[in-house]
């Protein structure tokens, strides 16, 4: 009896998710509250502080370059071998307390690769390429724009598009502002100043949700990159801090997957095409 009982119970629960799923943004239809938004932007406010500090010091520049060794040198013959480094990261509060926001995920993660031959002239140039990064970055970036720029200052648009379990399409824009160091080490941060989820995407009745009223799958998006030339090569270093909703129980199946795993595969999917895109550009320069 008691099998029959979990079995019905099972059965209840994969019926369920399955008619939520073609009903996905009507049902998992969440609204980004401004208190989520306040705690969030502490957040960054107090992440932007540490990382401003590590700016100031050469030895410092890369996040890398503060790990205490032998976790240091590890972490650099990794990158020199081609792979890429991940690292979850969380900002703290006066007290040593852990920072979250009410009825939302904040995803911090720090990614990076080390791109031999390269100059931080041709990273630069791919970094700021942002028309071709519809190319570069496919298929999460499906159209990429550069709206404005004014000397360091870009303002670009993209559409993003996320699958995982289920597919989102997101109409973002965003503000980028570099900050050259010296003629070997640059600095960047890029804020979005719009994430609005598309439904019925690449159709003829597609439309776009109001802003913070939608399935929460991504309601904020910052990145703040670091470049430096040195050692043969060029080091990109980039720490992204994006925000979410929390995980509904009854939609775990659906949500789960896409909140908590794609900013970490996606972040690892940016550094990797980046490292692929520079290298292209630098072409034979080290005998390849």
Same mark, same amino acid.
């Given at each position: 009896m008691l099998q029959h009982m979990v079995s019905f119970q099972t059965f209840g629960l994969l019926l369920t998710v399955g008619l939520l799923i073609p009903q996905t943004p009507e049902v998992l239809s969440v609204d980004l509250k401004p208190p989520t938004v306040e705690a969030f932007e502490r957040y960054v406010k107090a992440t932007e502080a540490r990382i401003a500090k590590e700016l100031t010091r050469p030895e410092t520049f890369l996040y890398v370059d503060g790990l205490p060794e032998p976790r240091r040198a590890q972490v650099l013959a990794m990158l020199r071998r081609g792979e890429v480094f991940m690292e979850r990261l969380k900002t703290q509060d006066a007290s040593g307390r852990e920072m979250k926001a009410p009825d939302a995920l904040i995803h911090h /993660?720090?990614?990076? $690769?080390f791109i031999p031959c390269a100059t931080l002239r041709q990273t630069l140039e791919v970094a700021q390429d942002y028309d071709r990064h519809q190319d570069i970055y496919q298929p999460e970036v499906v159209r990429s724009k550069l709206v404005a720029r004014n000397g360091n200052d870009?303002? %670009?648009y993209y559409r993003l598009r996320k699958k995982k379990v289920i597919t989102v399409t997101l109409n973002t824009d965003h503000d980028v502002h570099y900050n050259p160091v010296d003629a070997t080490r640059c600095s960047s941060r890029s804020y979005a100043t719009r994430v609005?989820? $598309?439904?019925n995407a690449d159709k003829p009745d597609e439309y776009q949700k109001p802003v913070?009223?939608?399935s929460g799958f991504l309601w904020r998006i910052d990145s703040y990159w670091r470049f430096v030339e040195r050692d043969g090569g060029v080091y990109v270093e980039c720490e992204s801090i994006s925000?979410?909703?929390?995980?509904? /129980? %009854?939609?775990t199946p659906i949500v789960k997957p896409f909140v908590t795993d794609i900013p970490k595969e996606s972040l690892q999917m940016t550094m990797g095409s980046t490292r692929r895109a520079v290298a292209e550009r630098v072409g034979t320069a080290c005998g390849k």
């Open positions: /993660w720090m990614g990076a $690769v870009f303002k %670009i609005q989820q $598309v439904a913070g009223r939608d925000l979410t909703r929390d995980i509904p /129980w %009854i939609a």
